[in-house]
């Protein structure tokens, strides 16, 4: 297998963690234990030139170095942040020359002036383009069936004016001639859309809930997970599965290579199907730190499947509220509660769904040590990190049952 | 980098910039561990880091005065060059999972 893919930097503020990765080492990491004939191509600047060498053989990762122009790098303030790019003008001027059986090709950040050729009877493609995406470049790959995996907004953007995730996969299938779309979902799995003959067929992978989400690189895992089971003879469903169960082990554990038992297609147990599901965001929204957190969260529930029910965007400001509010809540499947400083408004709903049994998970860094002793021992699921907060948040409204208490 | 459903904004120059000093902590997964050793390890563990040639080129944990669990692959810049300066550092287990172990590293 070849895969092509970027070497970058990537940095979190909070919690603080910085590395050297990117989709395409990811993803050769997470298979190199299990492939001997594995290559990535990729691309480095000269200040990444060691650092690349002792990480890569770390991670027993065989690659063929390219040379771009200027660092290139990732800055996230929280993981379920958009990143900052640096480098975004990098460019790369060498051939990219592939020919194998399967290959798994990422979009890249820098721009390819030179050559690309590749030449495998399966290509799997993961554009890597959630803005400015320009129509898939296909023309330099020859291939027996290509696989499209994209996330949602990627499935969206590319399968041009559709009202949904499905009709948009259905599109992008026929204008890209694909044998297969993958559309990764976040917490709410994925969606696999091929060809069966005339027809076309569709069907949801679900996730795999977790004690712990870090989510930076899970779709580099699950494109990896999903090129070897498909590499090694699985239908797409069955290779979705085998993404999907690697993702979830990543972000569980953050180790580098998939566990040989995972990529033979064991199964994992705990999948959770996904449903339509009303996420309501309790948490303060009076102080521009407050606000920043509220705006992230409720774009994080709405990208991760589920539907954020935010009451300062759904009713707003203003001395009238509190019915308007419970409204909101009592339709809702979960609550996400952001718990810093414990703010009356949102302890009083947090009781208020307790007592109807709507689960509650609870993110805070700075909390009342005595005043959580109610929360954790009774109901709600209590996190100090606040991407598993929101996944966990997210699964809860699709029915996973919570674990009352501190998780994370 | 996706996996998460989120836009992507663009900033000029610059990179990630930190303090430049060898007080480095941090958590991690161990890279390539060793199943036979991550076995024995006990909770709370307390591993010896080290900067080595062979078996493979980077800092390694190791159990004190045994054999190596797994690599370390993150702010390894910092690390070796902390560690050719003379600083030593450990790395605390702070849990097991499967087949993966998780590390506090920090300056002994």
Request: proline share 5%.
């Amino acid at each position: 297998m070849k895969i092509v893919g970027g070497t970058y930097t990537e940095s979190v503020v909070e919690p603080g963690s910085e590395e050297i990765m990117g989709s395409g080492l990811r993803a050769a990491a997470a298979l190199a234990p299990h492939l001997n004939d594995l290559s990535l191509i990729t691309a480095i600047d000269s200040d990444m030139a060691e650092p690349v060498t002792w990480i890569a053989n770390a991670l027993g990762v065989h690659r063929v170095v390219l040379e771009r122009s200027e660092p290139v790098g990732f800055r996230y303030m929280t993981p379920v942040s958009s990143p900052l790019i640096n480098g975004i003008g990098a460019t790369l001027e060498d051939d990219i020359i592939v020919e194998d059986s399967t290959a798994l090709l990422f979009g890249l950040v820098e721009r390819h002036l030179g050559e690309r050729k590749v030449d495998a009877p399966t290509i799997v493609l993961d554009p890597q383009k959630p803005r400015d995406t320009e129509q898939l470049q296909l023309s330099d790959l020859t291939y027996d069936r290509l696989v499209v995996v994209a996330n949602r907004s990627e499935t969206m953007q590319l399968g041009r004016e559709s009202l949904s995730v499905s009709e948009a996969a259905r599109s992008l299938l026929y204008s890209s001639q694909a044998s297969a779309i993958v559309t990764k979902q976040g917490a709410a799995g994925c969606l696999v859309t091929w060809r069966d003959g005339s027809h076309v067929r569709q069907e949801t992978v679900g996730a795999h809930p977790t004690r712990r989400v870090w989510p930076i690189g899970s779709g580099d895992v699950f494109s990896a997970g999903f090129s070897f089971a498909l590499s090694e003879g699985a239908h797409f469903v069955e290779a979705a599965r085998v993404g999907s169960r690697s993702a979830a082990h990543w972000v569980s554990t953050q180790q580098p290579d998939v566990p040989a038992s995972i990529l033979r297609g064991e199964s994992t147990g705990g999948v959770l199907n996904p449903r339509k599901a009303q996420v309501y965001l309790a948490g303060p929204f009076f102080t521009t730190g407050e606000r920043w957190l509220i705006e992230t969260v409720r774009d994080t529930l709405n990208s991760l499947g589920v539907s954020a029910w935010s009451p300062v965007h759904e009713v707003g400001h203003g001395d009238d509220i509190a019915e308007a509010d419970l409204d909101g809540l009592r339709n809702s499947d979960a609550v996400l509660a952001l718990l810093d400083h414990s703010d009356a408004g949102t302890i009083f709903e947090v009781g208020w769904a307790v007592a109807r049994d709507i689960p509650v998970v609870g993110f805070g860094r700075v909390v009342e040590k005595e005043g959580m002793k109610m929360l954790g021992g009774s109901a709600v699921e209590l996190h100090r990190d606040l991407a598993t907060a929101c996944y966990r948040a997210a699964w809860a409204g699709m029915g996973m049952r919570t674990i009352a208490g501190w998780l994370t | 980098m996706s996996g998460s459903d989120s836009s992507i904004k663009r900033s000029p120059g610059g990179g990630p910039g930190g303090p430049d000093d060898c007080a480095i902590v941090f958590e991690t997964t161990l890279a390539s561990p060793n199943p036979a050793v991550i076995e024995d390890l006990g909770p709370s563990e307390i591993l010896d880091l080290a900067s080595v040639e062979e078996p493979i080129r980077g800092v390694v944990a190791f159990v004190i005065g045994g054999p190596m669990v797994g690599a370390i692959t993150q702010q390894i810049v910092a690390l070796r060059r902390c560690i050719e300066l003379g600083n030593e550092y450990e790395a605390e287990v702070l849990h097991r999972e499967g087949g993966s172990v998780r590390v506090q590293v920090r300056p002994r």
